[in-house]
């Protein structure tokens, strides 16, 4: 079911940007906006982001990876979501939602203390409510896991 709905996006997905001008620019420009749906549309966003890192600008790197693995995570796909969060964090150590993200799916797999890591160096980087909420949630998932 999961394998027709990504055929079937991306079969959308091929089909709205075929009418679009053919450059290489415009094509990557194209599928950025699709990768960019993230978990609101799954499936052609991850298919859009695939396909935008093994064709698109380096400079695009970044931002597709994040979007992916939001997308992964959103499925519950978290060894694919791990997977861009890890690569991501390596290609950018310095970007706050990169930790922020890896560390949700080490909690909702089960891996509070790799979790509570990554809030920390999110908060690290850039102070936000959001990173502190998330932390409480992994100490609270330590205290509850004793």
Do not use: H
Not at 55 to 82: C, F, H, I, M, V
Not at 87 to 98: E, F, R, T, W
Request: charged share 25%.
């Amino acid at each position: 079911m999961i394998k027709r709905l990504l055929d079937i996006s991306a079969v959308t997905a091929s089909l709205i940007l075929a009418a679009a001008p053919a450059t290489a620019s415009d094509d990557t420009a194209g599928m950025m906006r699709f990768c960019k749906l993230g978990a609101k549309d799954a499936p052609q966003a991850i298919y859009a982001c695939t396909t935008v890192l093994e064709n698109g600008d380096p400079s695009l790197k970044q931002e597709a990876l994040l979007s992916r693995g939001l997308a992964y995570t959103s499925r519950r796909w978290y060894a694919q979501a791990l997977a861009d969060f890890d690569a991501l964090v390596k290609l950018n150590p310095k970007m706050s939602g990169a930790w922020n993200s890896r560390g949700w799916v080490y909690l909702k797999t089960g891996r509070p203390r790799e979790a509570l890591a990554d809030f920390d160096r999110a908060l690290s980087l850039e102070k936000g409510e959001k990173y502190m909420i998330n932390r409480e949630a992994a100490l609270k998932a330590i205290a509850e896991a004793q």
